[in-house]
């Protein structure tokens, strides 16, 4: 595996001089999509900008777990602002909607197509 390869779909995200590495991940795709009832559904949860949807999705990917740390993360969004925060969370969920990067077949003959 590449480290290319290895390393798509991370996004990273600097909160009050923490860097968190949201990764995807089946579990975080599940937690996601527990919490929104799909992927989409979580965009679209975004663009409220309601800090306790932008924190679900951050913490999913950041492997974040329980109150105090989800609270935490609440307090870092905030500071950061949720508006400058929302960028990477989306994102990351338009990356776990393909985690390995590959493109289809039929994008593959698309993009061949355009070229011509």
Do not use: C, H, W
């Not at 795709?29 to 559904?41: E, T």
């Not at 924190?55 to 400058?84: C, H, M, R, S």
Request: net charge negative; glycine share 12%.
């Amino acid at each position: 595996m590449s480290e290319d390869r290895a390393s798509y779909g991370i996004v990273t995200i600097e909160l009050d001089g923490d860097e968190l590495e949201l990764k995807p991940t089946l579990r975080a795709f599940q937690k996601i999509q527990n919490r929104f009832g799909g992927l989409s559904q979580a965009i679209q949860g975004l663009s409220g900008l309601n800090i306790d949807n932008v924190a679900a999705v951050v913490a999913a990917g950041a492997g974040i777990n329980g109150t105090k740390d989800t609270e935490k993360l609440k307090e870092q969004i905030f500071a950061a602002g949720v508006v400058n925060v929302i960028g990477k969370a989306s994102e990351y969920l338009a990356l776990l909607m393909n985690p390995t990067g590959k493109e289809t077949a039929g994008q593959e003959d698309d993009d061949d197509d355009m070229e011509k």
